[in-house]
Nanobody, 125 residues
Framework: QLQLVESGGGSVRPGESLTLSCVSTGSRLDSYNIAWFRRAPGKEREGVAAIHSSNGGTYYLERLRGKFTISRDNAKNTVYLQMEKLEPEDTGIYYC??????????????????WGQGTQVTVSS
């Protein structure tokens, strides 16, 4: 059973960076494709990035490509989301989620079965 735990959120100023981490306290992550989602205040949850379990393949919400970078260290059982040049519009709760589905690259809620509780990111001057 996967138990995903996110960390690394916080309050930053516009232009600053944050790196989020997602670890599993249950099963190992290395057989799962992992995605990051976010829910901004008053908006629907959206997928921002996903990474394949083993081949390093990644997909991004197109407008965030180059600003967000997803990576993983299977030896550490951890997936990361590096976020740069943050803007107030990036404020929200960030979740990691896991799937073994071959449709992992679609970064849609229904593809991902296991979810963490989320970590808050606030970007404000």
């Amino acid at each position: 059973q996967l138990q995903l735990v996110e960390s690394g959120g916080g309050s930053v100023r516009p232009g600053e960076s944050l790196t989020l981490s997602c670890v599993s306290t249950g099963s190992r992550l290395d057989s799962y494709n992992i995605a990051w989602f976010r829910r901004a205040p008053g908006k629907e949850r959206e997928g921002v990035a996903a990474i394949h379990s083993s081949n390093g393949g990644t997909y991004y919400l197109e407008r965030l490509r180059g600003k967000f970078t997803i990576s993983r260290d299977n030896a550490k059982n951890t997936v990361y989301l590096q976020m740069e040049k943050l803007e107030p519009e990036d404020t929200g709760i960030y979740y990691c989620a896991a799937t073994r589905s071959i449709s992992w690259y679609q970064i849609q809620d229904y593809v991902y079965a296991d979810w963490g509780q989320g970590t808050q990111v606030t970007v404000s001057s």
